[in-house]
């Protein structure tokens, strides 16, 4: 529980030293809380870490498309005729589609890798994670 606790505090301490923090920090620091949360063997370690980055490069790259695709045009959404609106509302699904698959096919090579209750464990830290994150960010915002 120490650990836990140290971890935590670590992490919020690290958070509050600056606003505008990278990509890559708060990757780090994801990283850590994660493993920290998860409790991982060497060898869990060694076989789970290859399939989640993947998965997150991936997740990152349909979000990045989504965004291309279908998002950054919505400002517009005004100036679609019908057959133009549809053809961004199919691709949103194809995106949200293709999205839902990978989610499914991570979260069962995942619980080869880990067991099916890390795996959980893994649902919820991140979810824990997002919003540590959030609350500090609003922390540092001046809660706003």
């Known amino acids: 529980?120490?650990?836990?606790?140290?971890?935590?505090?670590m992490l919020f301490t690290a958070m509050s030293f600056a606003q505008?923090?990278?990509r890559e920090k708060i990757k780090s620091l994801k990283v850590a809380y994660l493993t920290e949360q998860l409790d991982l063997t060497?060898?869990?370690?060694?076989?789970?870490?290859?399939?989640y980055n993947e998965y997150e490069k991936k997740r990152h790259e349909l979000r990045h498309k989504?965004?291309?695709?279908?998002?950054?045009?919505?400002?517009?959404?005004?100036?679609?005729?019908?057959?133009?609106?549809?053809?961004?509302?199919?691709?949103?699904?194809?995106?949200?589609?293709?999205?839902?698959?990978l989610d499914k096919d991570y979260l069962n090579e995942i619980s080869k890798v880990i067991s099916a209750k890390k795996t959980l464990i893994l649902m919820r830290s991140e979810e824990d994670f997002k919003r540590q994150l959030i609350k500090q960010y609003r922390h540092n915002k001046g809660g706003r």
């Open 1 to 9: 529980m120490n650990r836990l606790l140290l971890a935590t505090l």
């Open 20 to 22: 505008d923090r990278s």
């Open 42 to 51: 060497s060898k869990e370690a060694q076989d789970f870490w290859p399939v």
């Open 66 to 101: 989504q965004w291309v695709e279908i998002k950054s045009k919505l400002k517009d959404v005004s100036g679609l005729n019908e057959q133009g609106a549809q053809n961004l509302l199919d691709s949103y699904i194809k995106i949200e589609e293709q999205e839902e698959e």
